[in-house]
């Protein structure tokens, strides 16, 4: 099976003159990429191919021999209200139009209107349909738990219902020709989300990547549209951009939050159009790669600043996932020091260290602002570091003492922990306050409390009889 047909369901052609399916459908194909057609001249063949084909789109001639246009646009919104369709007669009269819109039409074009508005018209049908499909392939999923290709997300471990949902949400986007919006902070593993995208959508063409971020304005065009020799000094040759070489795969634009505005408007003209020019040319070229974007930043922020284009948002926020920081996803934070150190382990040729059982409570109170890629990194050196059979801890005391000094979500000087407070506790007080709160956040574990306070074991355990012992008097 191809993926490579645009779009993923079929548009059917019904008309008994052969050369206007003929003019349509080239261009359909050239200004709009459109090559999943089928062709109808025969009026009665038309529910048929319906019933056989995945078609999800219908261009609808009116005035046929055999069954008229209106009875078969009828048979289809009665049998087939999942399928939209457009009439393109030759009848230009406004009480017609009206009649097949009532009769539930998505739209009507009179042959003789301007091409490009017609085929505006069904680039739009198009759009629509896919989020309409889309939307009901994400209701179909939203009652199973299961995915469809778990493989594609082998390689990004995790038991976080979160990532799992990003991972169905993806799963049913997977053949949309939007684009898709990966946001989420630096670390989190926007990358190779990208690359699930790219395997989900089984499209032929390979992934081509570039981060954006510092790229001038003509750097970026060169680079994504490529130049005609003689383009510029020094374009000796000519040279395909990295369109181009996506062909029908996918263009992942790392970074995107710090594109020029300049090159903010190339980009949405080749999302908006389909079509980019090379330097140096006179004529567009079309695009058929699927687009998906990723930045660590707050691009609606960013609009709101005049920094990123509000039509482009729009446009790309289509589709959009947002990957939870690793302080989030705590439960996850086991499984991947047992991946990484796996990893670092056979990257470095030497056995797998075992580590502290209470290493992975302890990392639960570090708020790991580098994320998925900071925790790979302390594996590594870890490992690296490592002699005897029980991993060093060394690597991570710097993690535990600013644990320690930074819980989660703070980042506040001390003294706005007091602001809050009219009169201040006593010592004992904010002694069984912190003692309470580093059980709660060991999960009752005395020695990994301890750890998280900087005391000893033995020492946290007095300290918890002497203020139960206060408490009971
Ligand atoms: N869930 C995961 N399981 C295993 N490895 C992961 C996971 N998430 C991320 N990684 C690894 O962490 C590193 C960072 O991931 P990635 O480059 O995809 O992050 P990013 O969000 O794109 O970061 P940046 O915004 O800095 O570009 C990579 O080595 C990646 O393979």
């Known amino acids: 099976m191809t993926y490579d047909r645009f ?7 019904v008309d008994d003159e052969p050369a206007f399916i003929r003019s349509l459908s080239l261009a359909l194909e050239r200004h709009l990429g459109v090559n999943h057609l089928y062709r109808c001249t025969d009026s009665r063949e038309a529910m048929a191919m319906i019933s056989k084909e995945p078609i999800g789109l219908v261009l609808l001639d009116l005035t046929m021999p055999h069954v008229s246009g209106k009875s078969l646009l009828e048979s289809i919104v ?18 017609t139009a009206m009649d097949c819109v009532r009769k539930g039409a998505y739209d009507y074009f009179v042959k003789t209107t301007e091409q490009s508005r017609m085929l505006d018209g069904i680039r739009r049908a198009i759009r629509m349909q896919e989020v309409n499909l889309e939307n009901q392939e994400m209701r179909r999923r939203f009652f199973s738990d299961q995915l469809d290709r778990p493989e594609v997300f ?28 990966i946001g989420g902070e630096s670390g989190t593993g926007k990358e190779a989300i990208a690359k699930a995208i ?30 005609h ?11 395909a951009g990295m369109v181009e070489q996506a062909g029908s795969g996918t263009l992942f634009l790392d970074e995107i939050g710090d594109l020029s505005l300049a090159s903010q408007v190339k980009l949405l003209r080749l999302i908006q159009e389909g079509e980019y020019f090379p330097l140096g040319a006179d004529r567009p070229k079309l695009s058929r790669a699927r687009i998906v974007v990723a930045t660590h930043q707050n691009l609606e922020q960013l609009q709101y600043e005049g920094r990123f284009r509000k039509d482009l948002y729009y446009r790309l926020k289509t589709h959009q996932v947002e990957l939870p920081p690793l302080r989030n996803r705590k439960g996850d934070i086991e499984l991947l020091l047992h991946h990484f150190l796996n990893e670092a382990a056979e990257d470095l040729g030497k056995a797998k260290p ?24 302390l594996c590594f050196e870890a490992v690296s570091r490592h002699q005897s059979k029980v991993l060093s801890m060394e690597v991570f005391r710097s ?75």
């Not at 990004?156 to 990003?166: E, L, P, R, S």
């Not at 020799?229 to 040279?239: D, L, M, V, Y």
């Open 229 to 239: 020799r003689g383009a510029f000094t020094g374009a000796e040759k000519s040279r």
């Open 154 to 181: 082998a390689e990004i471990i995790t038991q976080d219902k979160g990532m799992h949902a990003v991972f169905q949400y993806l799963e049913s986007i997977s053949k949309s020709s939007q684009p898709v919006l």
């Open 198 to 227: 790219h395997e989900l959508s089984e499209r032929s063409g390979p992934l081509v990547s570039i981060n954006v971020a510092g790229l001038d304005d003509n750097v970026f065009a060169d680079s994504l549209f490529g130049h």
């Open 7 to 13: 779009p993923h369901f079929g548009v059917l052609l």
């Open 78 to 95: 009665e049998e087939y209200p999942a399928i939209k369709v457009i009439v393109i007669s030759g009848m230009n009269q406004l009480e």
């Open 354 to 377: 075992t580590f502290p059982k209470e290493l992975p409570a302890l990392l639960a109170n570090y708020g790991f602002p580098g994320n998925i890629r900071e925790l790979r990194a």
């Open 399 to 473: 993690v535990f003492t600013q644990a320690g000094e930074l819980p989660e979500e703070a980042g506040t000087e001390s003294p706005a922990l007091f602001e809050q407070l009219a009169t201040l506790p006593t010592i004992q007080e904010a002694s069984d306050l912190l003692v309470n709160e580093a059980m709660r956040r060991a999960g009752g574990n005395q020695s990994i409390a301890s750890r998280l306070l900087g005391i000893s074991q033995p020492a946290l355990s007095k300290r918890i009889r002497k203020s139960n012992a206060s408490a009971d008097d």
